[in-house]
C-alpha cells in the first residue's frame, strides 16, 4: 500500500517541476513511510511513497520496466501477480524482483490497456511509455484505491492518491465547487463523480485514462462493470457451494504478504467469515483486534472474543470511550474533502489498534452491498413488490394523499412510520430508494440554503446521478437496481474512502476479501430470494458460513459501529453546534441561513429534535473549509 503523485505536461516540450512533485509526495508521507523515489522525464514526473508489504527490499519505485521503456508508480496489490507473473514468463517475460509491481509493467508490455482486465486486486497506478510518449492511469473495478486529478492553467495534469497532494502544487487553484456543497449535505460525503475543489476530479472505478502530449485529455475509459442482467440456474446447494470456493479464494489470495498480517474482528457476520476462512489457511494463529465502548448497548466485544475463542486467534481488544469527540478535529485533514460517515471515528480507531502489531488487515467490507446485507435493502424489496400489484398511474394519487394525511412520527422504528412508507411508495423505486439513503432529505436541504445559494446551485439535485444509475443501470429489478447503485456510488464515495483514508493514516493495509470481483459477480447473479429471505439479507453467504459460524453471529441483527454524536451535541460538542451559525467557516461561506441553522442546534440541544445527523454535517464542513484554508 503506497502514495502516488505525479505531473503530465501537455506539450511534449514542456517541463514538469520534480520539486513541486517533491512536496506532493511529501503531502501524503503516511500512505508510504518505508520508501520515497521520484523519476524525473521531461514532460513528466512521476513520484512514489511506500509502505512495504510484498518483496520489501526488491521492488522500489518508481520502477522501469526491463527494456527501460516504461515507467511505473503504483498503489494498491495484484493479488493474481504469481499466476499472471507465470503465464507471462512462459511467453517470454523476465523477472528481476518478486513483486506485483514489475508484474503491471510486463503485464503492460504484452497486452497493452487491456492488462488492467487481467488484474485481480485493489490498485491505482500511473505507467508512462517512453516510446508512445503517452501515460495510463488506471483504477480498480471497485475502487478501492483513490486517484485524484486535475488540469492546470499551464496545461499540465496533476494526479496524486489524496487531494491533499494536489493542494501542494502552487498552481492548482483553492475554488469551492458550489454543486458539491448539495451533494455533501445529500450524501454526507462528496461522491466520486464530484469534488470539493473546483477543478479536480476522481478518475471513476473500473476506469483507464490514456494521456498524450500534444492532445486533448480524453474521457475517461471504461474496462470493467457488474451485470445483474443474468441469473444463476443452479440449485441452491450448488451454488452455496461455489459460495463458499469463491470466499476461500477470495481470502486465500489476500493473505499473501512479507510482513505481520491480521483482520479487523468486529463479531458481525462478515469480519467473522473472513476470519474463520483465514483460520482455515493459515498454520499459525490468526491476529485479530476489535474496540468496544463502555456501553453496553454500543458494544459487540463479546460476540468478537466468542469467533475469536472458536478459531484460537491471537486477539486484541480495545474499549473505547463513546466521548471520543476530541479526535474530531482529525478527520478534517484524514478526509480533506468534507466525510460525515460518523463511524470513520471508529474505524480509525481500529486501524489504530491493529497497527501496533499487523502492517496489513483484512476487513469484511463489501459483503452488504454485494449480497444485499443492508436493511433498506429489505425495505426496497418489500415495497416494490407492493408497488407491483398497484397500477403506476394510481401509486401517486394513491399513496401519496395516504401519506400526506397519515401523522408523522419520525420517533418510531422504520417499520412503524407508515407515512415514510406510503410517502415511498408514492414514487418510483428509484426515487424512493434515493430518499431512504440520502442523509439531508431535499425539503431540509432547501430550508437551510440562503438565496444567494439557491441560485448558485440552480436546478441541480444531488439525488439525480443515483436515480439516473438505477434506472440505467444493467438490472432486473428494483432491488438490482439499488444494489448496483450502491456497488457504483456508495461503495466507493463512503465505506472505501473511509477505509482507506482512516488505514492510510496509521499506515495500515486493509485489504477486502468479500469485494473480490470475481465475488461480486457471482452475487450479482444470484436470485432475489437467495440474497434476501424472508427478514434474513445475505442470505446464500449465511448458507455458505454454517459450517464455520454458529447461529447467533450468523442471523443476529447487524450493527455496526455507533458514534454517539446525538448525545455529543448535548453535552460537549453543544458549544460547536452553536459555532456552526454563530462565527464559524461555514457561517462566513453565505450558503447558509444561519437562523435556520441556529434554531436546529438550540432544538437539538434543547431535546425537543434530533438534528445531530444534521449538525455532524455542519461541523465537519466547517472544519474541512477550515482545514483546507478556504474561508
Not at 96 to 114: F, M
Not at 130 to 143: F, H, S, V
Not at 145 to 169: N, R, V
Not at 560 to 582: E, K, M, N, Y
Request: hydrophobic share 45%; with cysteine.
Amino acid at each position: 500500500m503506497c502514495g502516488i503523485a505525479g505531473i503530465f505536461h501537455k506539450e511534449a516540450r514542456g517541463r514538469a517541476d520534480a520539486d513541486v512533485l517533491r512536496a506532493m509526495c511529501d503531502a501524503i508521507a503516511h500512505r508510504g513511510p518505508d520508501g520515497y523515489g521520484v523519476w524525473e522525464g521531461g514532460a513528466v514526473a512521476l513520484g512514489h511513497r511506500r509502505l512495504s508489504i510484498i518483496d520489501i527490499a526488491g521492488s522500489p519505485q518508481p520502477m522501469a520496466s526491463t527494456d527501460g521503456r516504461a515507467m511505473l508508480v503504483f498503489n494498491g496489490e495484484i493479488y493474481n501477480y504469481r499466476e499472471l507473473r507465470a503465464e507471462l514468463a512462459e511467453q517470454g517475460a523476465h523477472f528481476h524482483t518478486d513483486g506485483d509491481s514489475e508484474v503491471i509493467l510486463a503485464a503492460y508490455q504484452r497486452w497493452g490497456v487491456d492488462c488492467v482486465s487481467r488484474f485481480s486486486g485493489m490498485f491505482a497506478f500511473a505507467l508512462y511509455d517512453l516510446d508512445r510518449r503517452q501515460l495510463l492511469l488506471a483504477r480498480d473495478r471497485l475502487g478501492v484505491k483513490p486517484l485524484y486529478l486535475a488540469e492546470l492553467a499551464d496545461g499540465s495534469t496533476i494526479f496524486a492518491s489524496e487531494l491533499k497532494a494536489l493542494i501542494a502544487h502552487p498552481a492548482l487553484e483553492r475554488r469551492i465547487d458550489p454543486l458539491a456543497v448539495e451533494d455533501y449535505l445529500a450524501w454526507g460525503y462528496v461522491p466520486d463523480h464530484r469534488c470539493i475543489l473546483a477543478g479536480v476530479r476522481k478518475l471513476p472505478a473500473a476506469h483507464v485514462l490514456l494521456l498524450s502530449h500534444d492532445a486533448p485529455v480524453p474521457a475517461p475509459q471504461a474496462y470493467w462493470d457488474v451485470s445483474f442482467a443474468e441469473r444463476h440456474k443452479g440449485s441452491e446447494a450448488d451454488l452455496t457451494a461455489e459460495l463458499a470456493d469463491l470466499l476461500r479464494s477470495a481470502v486465500k489470495s489476500r493473505m499473501v504478504a512479507d510482513v505481520p498480517l491480521g483482520a479487523f474482528l468486529s463479531g458481525g457476520v462478515d469480519s467473522s467469515s473472513v476470519v474463520a476462512l483465514m483460520a482455515e489457511e493459515s498454520g499459525h494463529p490468526v491476529r485479530t483486534c476489535s474496540i468496544g465502548f463502555d456501553v453496553k448497548a454500543l458494544d459487540e466485544t463479546g460476540y468478537a472474543e466468542q469467533v475469536a475463542k472458536r478459531y484460537n486467534t491471537d486477539h486484541v481488544s480495545r474499549i473505547v470511550s463513546p466521548d471520543d469527540f476530541e479526535a474530531v478535529d482529525h478527520l478534517a485533514a484524514m478526509f480533506d474533502e468534507p466525510f460525515a460517515d460518523a463511524s470513520a471515528l471508529p474505524t480509525w480507531r481500529v486501524c489504530q489498534l491493529a497497527r501496533e502489531s499487523v502492517t496489513v488487515a483484512l476487513s469484511g467490507d463489501g459483503a452488504d452491498e454485494a449480497f444485499a446485507g443492508y436493511r433498506r435493502h429489505r425495505f426496497q424489496h418489500g415495497e416494490d413488490r407492493v408497488r407491483g400489484l398497484v397500477p403506476s398511474a394510481l401509486r401517486a394519487p394513491l399513496f401519496g394523499l395516504a401519506g400526506r394525511l397519515y401523522p408523522k412520527a419520525d420517533w418510531a422504528p422504520r417499520p412503524l412510520r407508515a407515512k415514510t412508507t406510503l410517502l415511498s411508495l408514492a414514487g418510483s423505486s428509484a426515487e424512493a430508494y434515493a430518499s431512504a439513503i440520502s442523509v439531508t432529505g431535499p425539503g431540509l436541504r432547501n430550508r437551510l440554503y440562503s438565496d444567494d445559494y439557491r441560485r448558485q446551485r440552480g436546478d441541480y439535485r444531488a439525488e439525480q446521478p443515483f436515480i439516473d444509475l438505477m434506472e440505467q443501470g444493467p438490472a432486473r429489478s428494483g432491488l438490482d437496481a439499488a444494489q448496483y447503485a450502491d456497488l457504483k456510488f456508495w461503495l466507493p464515495g463512503d465505506i472505501l474512502t473511509k477505509v482507506d483514508r482512516a488505514s492510510m493514516a496509521v499506515s495500515l493495509e486493509a485489504r477486502e476479501p468479500l469485494l473480490d470481483h470475481r465475488l461480486i459477480e457471482f452475487a450479482a447473479g444470484l436470485p432475489e430470494g437467495m440474497r434476501i429471505c424472508g427478514t434474513q439479507g445475505k442470505w446464500l453467504m449465511k448458507q455458505a458460513m454454517k459450517p464455520q459460524l454458529p447461529e447467533d453471529i450468523l442471523f443476529r441483527p447487524k450493527q455496526g459501529f455507533v458514534t454517539p454524536i446525538a448525545q455529543w451535541f448535548r453535552g460537549p460538542l453543544a458549544g460547536a453546534a452553536r459555532g456552526i451559525a454563530q462565527g464559524g467557516a461555514l457561517s462566513r461561506t453565505g450558503w447558509f441561513d444561519s437562523a435556520a441553522i441556529d434554531r436546529a442546534a438550540q432544538a437539538h440541544i434543547a431535546g425537543t429534535s434530533d438534528h445531530s445527523r444534521l449538525l455532524w454535517q455542519l461541523l465537519q464542513l466547517d472544519r474541512s473549509l477550515t482545514h483546507l484554508g478556504l474561508v
